[in-house]
């Protein structure tokens, strides 16, 4: 499996054009505790949908000049010139304020003056509408574009040279810039169709990159979404992106914790209800729109829901709690909750969401797949059970005892108490799922489980998997288990994997073949190189035979240019066996990056680097001393087919880890700390210091080479895995530092498929030609 990670589209990748105010590309965005969204389901027409709490509630639908939400390969240009440029579009709302009230519908225009002095307009869309104040037609001309609500009075003419955005604002009829409650929720919305654009300012260029299609039936990898980092976007807008990447069969769509809910007043606060319904109107409207883009374009939809509740709309006596009775809050800002398996409304609740979202996917015609999504007790800090709720303290009764720490040693009611736990757990799971079958009726449904390994199976806590992997789940309870590691693999204890993965496959009979694996996510775009990590997980879960590996998640993977694509690993053919090192001692050695220069007529110039490592390149025909080894040389090629197979290569000015090239040293390279649980570290060269200190990975140590340290004495106890990373036989503690001092090899094939060899210009003392280029290391090609 190949990957890259593509920082900013070059000119090549825009070869689409797009028309400016396209209505897939708006967004709408607002403030808690209101839910809008925006759907485009025809060609030039956009709907908005709305539901308003408080009179202050306001609703921004959005361009923006910058796409900072397309995958850099597929976003449109930035273009904040608006002149010479006109727009027009029906306008029609309903349970808004309408075009010619007071606070009605404005387009607000962020950017700078002529002057460059940064400022906005606003502009009162009643003012440019020919029609009535529900049904309009609006055109907009951005050489003469004036803001004011009274015009001409009170004109303050817009300069159209430098946009950051703009926007257009929708608020409940009652709005006055109270905080006040209102006295029923209201549903509102409001449509844009017709949506005309036109003049020299118009036309966009837009990338239009076309990824080679994922195979699922090759185990091809798959794409999940989650609907709390998307809400704002067209559903359109995201199924464009996971067809182009090349992503295909289902899609696992997560749909969130924080904005499906109808919510209703509960003093000063909102608390989730179903009055009404399960889902609030904007969430469906833009599930049905995803549901029926996913299945016009070939896609499927695993729906996942999860026990996980926004904290601030979950009813108090639904929450897990802790033995001091504080709430099971997560590590979120603003925080989430989770939902008591053992509270009946509270797990009522989660079934008619369950429900609601089967129902969705049916109406579109899909074929129905459901999630559980890790289910479990959580576990506060210093290994706290939040399992003490008042629901589930009533359902266990006697069996209920104090647990301080579940990392200390267990007596056995404590133990017994975890299993009932996961009884319970269990239970509810089950509850949840044949709620789901229920509502999918004869269509029938495939039933999926998620888990998360590092917190279920934490070493820390071994009985921790009583309570949450329970028998319970044991084949045939779900159809597919899946599992989920991120931690482990972006803190770079991807070995602990394989490890969890035996385990659980042991205790709930789940072959290989019947499970997925989730790989990923990166948190943070300044943690970017985390995706290497996460792309080499998801490459071993395949080769280790799950049915299908899924990266988490498409926000990210947009945000950070991830593209993967298969094939990569069948062209690069590995022999472990080194070049003629005799030969390669004499080696012409070249280092070489890949740097887009763009220079400006003042001299000026911006610089992209498009390659995280250089590539290495050779001409080893200076080793080429006797007949001999011309004859060595042709049989190494003959055996290599010429450029097809790749082997091992011994640069002979960088071939170890010690600054001098010479005979490693135990102490030569950092790898990194110990945690009390982590064991594996990836062999790794530094070249430079601070800020730009390169890491060089190192995946072909030479055998019998590698000196291991751990807070500076040398130890033994280690192994070399076949990906050439050090796995220890103990975890160091938390902070000591691991070294490592070895001799390794570079990946590399010759870089054509001819090799001449002439008896006369060898005598005549003319040099011959060998050049080598670097690969990328197979995985397991170490030994």
């Known amino acids: 499996m190949g990957w890259a990670l593509v920082a900013t589209a070059e000119p090549h990748h825009r070869k689409g054009w797009l028309k400016r105010f396209d209505p897939r590309f708006w967004t709408i965005d607002f403030a808690r505790p209101m839910m809008a969204s925006v759907t485009s389901d025809v060609p030039g027409a956009l709907r908005v949908e709305a539901v308003f709490y408080q009179k202050q509630d306001l609703a921004g639908l959005i361009w923006e000049s910058e796409d900072r939400w397309d995958h850099p390969l597929l976003a449109y240009e930035t273009k904040r010139d608006f002149r010479n440029t006109q727009l027009s579009f029906r306008w029609r709302s309903g349970g808004v304020k309408a075009l010619d009230a007071l606070h009605g519908p404005t387009l607000t225009i962020e950017g700078r003056d002529a002057a460059g002095e940064a400022r906005a307009w606003y502009v009162r869309l009643w003012n440019y509408a020919v029609g009535t104040a529900e049904d309009a037609v609006v055109t907009l001309d951005f050489n003469a574009l004036d803001g004011g609500f009274l015009l001409p009075d009170e ?22 810039g109270d905080d006040a409650v209102l006295p029923a929720p209201v549903q509102g919305w409001a449509e844009m169709s017709d949506i005309a654009c036109w003049g020299s300012g118009s036309v966009l260029a837009i990338g239009d990159v076309v990824m080679p299609e994922l195979d699922p039936a090759k185990g091809g990898l798959g794409i999940a979404n989650g609907y709390d980092d998307s809400y704002h976007l067209s559903p359109a807008r995201l199924v464009r992106q996971v067809v182009q990447l090349g992503y295909r069969g289902d899609v696992v769509h997560y749909v969130g914790m924080s904005h499906y809910m109808r919510l209703a007043p509960d003093g000063a606060v909102f608390r989730a209800t179903l009055a009404g319904g399960a889902l609030n109107a904007p969430c469906a409207a833009w599930h049905a729109g ?14 996942s829901l999860s026990y996980e509740l926004f904290d601030a709309y979950c009813p108090e006596e639904w929450k ?18 989770l939902l008591s398996p053992v509270h009946v409304e509270a797990m009522g609740y989660l079934q008619a969401v369950a429900r609601a979202f089967v129902a969705v996917g049916a109406a579109a015609g899909l074929a129905l797949k459901f999630q559980v999504g890790e289910p479990w007790w959580w576990i506060a800090g210093e290994g706290r059970i939040c399992a003490y709720d008042a629901a589930t303290t009533a ?15 267990l007596d056995a009611p404590q133990l ?48 921790v998997r009583r309570a949450n992997v329970p028998p319970g789940w044991a084949a045939p309870a779900f159809d597919v288990l899946q599992l989920e590691d991120y931690d482990w ?67 990210q993977v947009a945000r950070d240019g991830f ?62 001393r006797s007949e001999a080894n011309v004859r060595l040389l042709g049989d190494f090629f003959r055996a290599r087919r010429g450029a097809a197979r790749a082997f091992r290569f011994r640069d002979p000015f960088d071939g170890s880890s010690a600054a001098d090239n010479g005979l490693p040293g135990p102490d030569d390279q950092f790898l990194g700390v110990g945690d009390g649980d982590r064991r594996q570290f990836a062999l790794v060269k530094r070249y430079g210091a601070g800020d730009a200190e390169q890491v060089r990975p190192i995946r072909l140590p030479v055998e019998g080479s590698v000196r291991v340290s751990v807070d500076g004495i040398e130890t033994a106890a280690f192994l070399t895995t076949d990906d050439g990373e050090i796995l220890l036989d103990a975890a160091p503690g938390a902070g000591i530092a691991v070294r490592a001092g070895f001799l390794f090899d570079v990946p590399v094939r010759f870089a054509e498929d001819r090799l001449e060899a002439s008896r006369a210009t060898f005598l005549a003392g003319e040099l011959a030609s060998v050049p080598l280029v670097e690969v990328r290391a197979p995985q397991g090609s170490s030994t």
């Not at 004109?155 to 006055?176: C, E, K, N, Q």
């Not at 995803?290 to 729906?303: K, M, N, P, T, Y």
């Not at 496959?505 to 290989?512: F, S, T």
């Open 290 to 303: 995803f549901a029926a883009a996913c299945e016009a374009a070939g896609l499927g939809v695993i729906w």
């Open 416 to 463: 017994a108490m975890l299993d009932a736990l996961g009884a319970l757990l269990a239970a509810s799971t089950a509850a949840l799922v044949a709620a789901a079958r229920d509502e999918a009726g004869a269509a029938g449904l495939v039933s999926h489980l998620l888990v998360y390994l590092p917190t279920v199976l934490d070493p820390a806590a071994p009985e």
């Open 320 to 337: 897990q709690r802790a033995s001091d009775g504080s709430p099971a809050l997560t590590g979120w800002e603003p925080p989430s909750t």
């Open 489 to 555: 693999v972006t803190g770079g204890r991807g070995a602990e994997t394989a490890r969890a993965r035996a385990a659980t496959a042991v205790r709930l009979g789940y072959p290989i073949g019947e499970q997925h694996y989730f790989s990923g996510f990166v948190l943070l775009p300044e943690d970017r190189a985390q995706w290497a990590l996460i792309a080499e997980a998801a490459a071993a879960a395949r080769r280790a035979g799950v049915a299908r590996a899924f990266v988490w998640a498409l926000p």
């Open 563 to 624: 593209v993967t694509f298969d094939g990569e690993d069948e062209v690069h053919a590995f022999d472990a066996v080194d070049f003629p090192i005799a030969i390669g001692r004499e080696a012409v050695v070249a280092t070489e990056f890949s740097t887009q220069i763009v220079s400006s007529p003042s001299g000026h110039e911006q610089r992209a680097s498009e390659w995280a490592e250089p590539r290495m390149r050779y001409d080893a025909g200076p080793g080429i």
């Open 155 to 176: 004109a303050d003419p817009v300069w159209a040279g430098d946009i950051d955005r703009m926007f257009i604002s929708l608020v409940p009829p009652g709005y006055d």
């Open 395 to 409: 359902a266990l009764g006697s069996a209920s005892v104090p647990i301080a720490d579940l990392r200390e040693a």
